[in-house]
């Protein structure tokens, strides 16, 4: 049983990996209909609300008199944060790119709630043993991966030249670079949403109420984008079914479900920990990219995802010897001055 318990927030986390995967190869099929990706967002997050409104009602139906003004607060920006600007800086990167090169930025979102959790006192880092050093070697691989990935594209690696002709003349129109920027930023902004939920699991630990909440204020801020950009009625309008079961599936799969299972698990192994499943996104967004999209895998996208992922499971190896150590150590008593790194703790700060 205890086996079991340990296994269930990464089993739980290569589903969500999968889920994020399958959405966002249907995000790029519509984006390339020409569907507007304030409107994807809106709808996801309002879908999302909807979903899960109920089901918060029923199970956690007490969790309103632990709902303070500066958990509202809190959930106002992690909607903000983790809803609206995360996807939509994304969406963004991914209309300009293509989708296994996106999923790839989501490996640098582990390295990023890593530099957070430091700047918050989250994590610490002690240099003269050898998870500091793991840690912080791992954190330099990663940024020169993200840097391969930003700046050097390569030759393709696959040939699909007959079914993705159509796909690579319009990506060869836009700038990889400016993708790489929104995709950066985005990661960013998951990153920060990481931290937040780390604070918010502590404070009010109802997950489906404040994913709920949380689509609520997304929705509302997507919205409001959309208006001040774009007054066009006719933008909202879903002309095919495809454009509409993506916009179930990733509301009620990738807003509701996902992030109801990642709150969870930040609540139960910290924010490093479950960010540090993204790279799995990647390996089953090359599977749908290639047997689905039919687009091109280029040589600087395996390069940079392989030297971000030996960074971060470098980073990882540090965090886990780090814990043992912990595990090990002898309390401290009131002469001790030896003071012990700090693991992950977001669930208690």
């Known amino acids: 049983m205890n086996c079991l318990n340990t296994w269930k927030p990464g089993a739980a986390m290569i589903a969500v990996s999968f889920a994020f995967a399958v959405a966002n190869t249907l995000f790029k099929m519509v984006l390339n209909r020409g569907v507007n990706q304030l409107v994807l967002t809106t709808y996801r997050q309002s879908i999302s609300a909807i979903f899960l409104a109920p089901i918060a009602c029923c199970i956690e139906r007490k969790s309103y008199k632990k709902l303070t003004a500066f958990t509202l607060c809190a959930l106002f920006f992690s909607g903000l944060i983790g809803g609206a600007l ?17 999923c790839a930025f989501l490996n640098v979102v582990p ?24 840690k912080v070697l791992g954190t330099l691989i990663c940024l020169i991966g993200t840097i391969v990935l930003t700046l050097y594209k390569g030759k393709p690696l696959t040939n699909n ?12 129109t836009k700038s990889w670079v400016i993708g790489s920027l929104f995709l950066f930023a985005g990661s960013l902004a998951w990153s920060s949403w990481f931290i937040i939920q780390g604070r918010v699991g502590s404070d009010y630990p109802y997950q489906y109420s404040s ?9 509302i801020q997507s919205a409001i984008f959309c208006f001040i950009i774009d007054r066009n009625n006719s933008i909202w309008r879903l002309k095919g079914s495809l454009e509409i079961w993506t916009v179930i ?4 799969v990738g807003s509701s479900i996902c992030y109801v299972v990642m709150s969870w698990c930040v609540k139960q192994k910290g924010p490093v920990f ?12 090359i599977v749908l990219n290639v047997s689905i999209l039919h687009e091109q895998i280029h040589l600087g996208s395996i390069l940079g995802s392989i030297l971000v992922i030996v960074g971060l499971y470098t980073l990882l ?15 401290p008593n009131k002469d001790a001055q030896t003071v012990l790194p700090v693991t992950n703790t977001p669930s208690h700060t």
């Open 86 to 102: 995360t996807l939509n800086l994304f969406l963004i990167g991914l209309k300009y790119t293509s989708t296994s090169f996106a």
């Open 111 to 134: 390295i990023n709630t890593f530099l957070m959790a430091l700047l918050f006192r989250q994590e610490r880092i002690n240099m003269k043993c050898k998870s500091g050093k793991a």
């Open 161 to 172: 030249n007959a079914s993705s002709k159509g796909v690579e003349a319009h990506h060869n």
């Open 211 to 219: 994913t709920s909440i949380m689509s609520f204020f997304g929705a």
């Open 249 to 252: 599936f990733s509301g009620i």
């Open 274 to 285: 479950t960010s540090a499943f993204s790279p799995f996104i990647q390996i089953f967004a």
């Open 317 to 331: 190896w540090g965090k886990s010897k780090e814990a043992e150590v912990c595990k090990t150590a002898p309390t």
